[in-house]
């Protein structure tokens, strides 16, 4: 198939496999794009927007958007981010069109537990295993710590100090499950990482209008992702008081329930998650049947 001869579709690049793959073939499921993930078939057409999605390695997905192979990726902060500093003369940057609130983690510095660490400028001198170079580079250059040396590694950073082939790592921390098990802590903090949509300037067209749905259907779905529908039965009084102990609460839904003039059903959307103190303090003020949802989409 010659992929040059669809450039009335969108094309999107996504990890064909991978922790951010999981979390990105969800979020197009959830937006309506039927994609199969396949570590074979690199090429899926979507019928339900003008949309090819190339399945490709994460660390490829910045170029091929800068060259225009693709005009949109998803990729993670830490990726984009280490490509931007590291790129050459890049054909073009992309822009970060969204933030998708997914895939969030560290690029940390960590060193073996025991080993203290006074103030980052300390770091100069000690040998730091990395597949960050570009970011890890500009944080030690920041902190007064340009004397440290990188080593080069492309996994299992964890375990380098104990094998002597370094001091100490810069590596993604994202349970911090990885460094408790090779007995390393964090000494410092390099980048906050999420996953992005990344894309290339389009003029007006059909994969432009792609574009355009996509986000929508996006946006719609990053929305709701921590949004939960809660409803309650509570006294009258309490309605304010229950207004300001959900958050992001908009204005409550209030029912008249038959046959009981001092209690209201209280319906709320709330777009920041609904945590168990929530609920407790909801119970404090004399809610009752109190129930929450997940929602699926929120549009406008
Ligand atoms: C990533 C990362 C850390 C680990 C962190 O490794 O590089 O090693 O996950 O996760 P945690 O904090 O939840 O333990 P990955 O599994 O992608 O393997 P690699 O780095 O060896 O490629
Ligand atoms: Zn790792």
Redesign the pocket.
Known sequence: MNMHDDRDRLRLAVQKS??LADETFDLLNRCGLKVRQSRSDLYARVEELEIDVLQVRDDDIPELVACGAADVGIVGGNVFEEWRLSATAPALVPDVLEALGFAR?RLCIALPKGRALATPTALSGLRIAT?YPALTRRYLDVNGASGATLVSM?????IAPRLGLADAIC???????????NGLFVAGEVYKSEALLIGRPLGAGAPASALEGLRTRIRAVTRSRNAKYVMMNAPRPAIAAIASILPGADAPTVIDLAGQPDTVAIHVVCEEGVLWHHLEELKGIGARAILVLDIDKMLA
């Open positions: 991978g922790r983690c597949s492309n996994g299992a950073h964890e590596d993604i921390v994202s349970t911090g499950g990885t460094l408790e098990a």
